[in-house]
């Protein structure tokens, strides 16, 4: 299934690869909304995706909410002539317009995705978006793909939330897949980015949730320092194509890892024999002292 948006990272092209790897449980939680393929190709009974991207929520959140309106709003920029001039207008005005409504920019955000440059999301320092025009022949509308998404949206909740934050927010049953900047990649998704401190912080998190029980499966680059921080995680080695920017014009792809939780689930207070065993079958049973 496509996805609203042009992306990079975009899982789709790796999801039977991934789906091997997601446990059943109650909630997805994805702190990296990011394309949303994952939520779109899996079926937990609900969703919790977050992503420190405003302009991103706020879109998932129009067309989960406000679907129809969301479209006809759009079209209206799609309609436009498309040529530099409309593009950089549109961009200036969603750059600086302070009385454009949350469909509004959550139309302009979509029209800029699909006529920007290969499809880039990126902001400068003052927090404007700033990738130049695309110069495509006929950018695409996902029509369909907003009325698919909107179908699968009323399980999820939408929210503009640092990882850390979302992490925080873990329930009993929740799985949770983390997709966040590939280290030695592109991070200017956001005006604050995504530093090699962060790499470290979030598996450190991540780390914490898993010993609580929570599944947790892990996408990044296949380097030396992801393979590093997630030496406790059993990490699967996969090529991915690259399914935007330059390197995907130029049919290139990358070594990626999924990084899985060796994680053992809890054993109640008063829970059977069976219990017992089931936590210690792979670690063998304790010895009685002499």
């Not at 590939?182 to 604050?192: N, Q, S």
């Amino acid at each position: 299934m496509s996805t609203i948006l042009k992306w990079a990272g975009n899982k789709t092209a790796v999801m039977p690869e991934l789906m091997k790897h997601l446990p059943a449980g109650s909630r997805l939680v994805e702190p990296f909304a990011g394309s949303c393929a994952v939520m779109m190709a899996t079926n937990y009974p609900q969703y919790l995706v977050a992503d420190i991207n405003a302009d991103l929520i706020n879109l998932y959140q129009r067309a989960a909410q406000n679907t129809e309106e969301l479209i006809a709003c759009a079209l209206v920029f799609f309609r436009e002539d498309n040529n530099a001039e409309s593009y950089y207008q549109n961009r200036l005005r969603f750059n600086t317009d302070t009385t454009l409504t949350a469909l509004e920019r959550a139309a302009l955000f979509l029209y800029l995705n699909r006529h920007c440059y290969r499809g880039l999301c990126r902001y400068n320092l003052n927090g404007q978006f700033n990738v130049p025009f695309g110069n495509y022949k006929k950018p695409y509308f996902p029509h369909a793909e907003i009325l698919t998404f909107a179908e699968k949206g009323h399980r999820a909740t939408f929210i503009c939330a640092s990882y850390d934050e979302t992490l925080a927010m873990l329930q009993v049953g929740d799985v949770v897949y983390c997709d966040p900047p590939y280290d030695g990649t592109f991070t200017a998704y956001h005006t604050a980015g995504f530093t090699e401190s962060d790499q470290y912080h979030l598996a450190s998190i991540l780390e914490r949730r898993s010993s609580e029980g929570h599944p947790v499966i892990v996408s990044n680059s296949d380097t030396l320092l992801i393979n590093s921080i997630y030496h406790n995680f059993t990490r699967h080695r996969i090529t991915a194509k690259r399914s935007m920017g330059i390197e995907a014009g130029e049919g290139k792809s990358a070594d990626e890892i999924i990084a899985v939780s060796e994680w053992v689930p809890p054993v109640p207070l008063y829970g059977h024999a069976v219990s017992f065993y089931q936590r210690f079958k792979k670690h063998g049973l304790p010895r009685a002292k002499a």
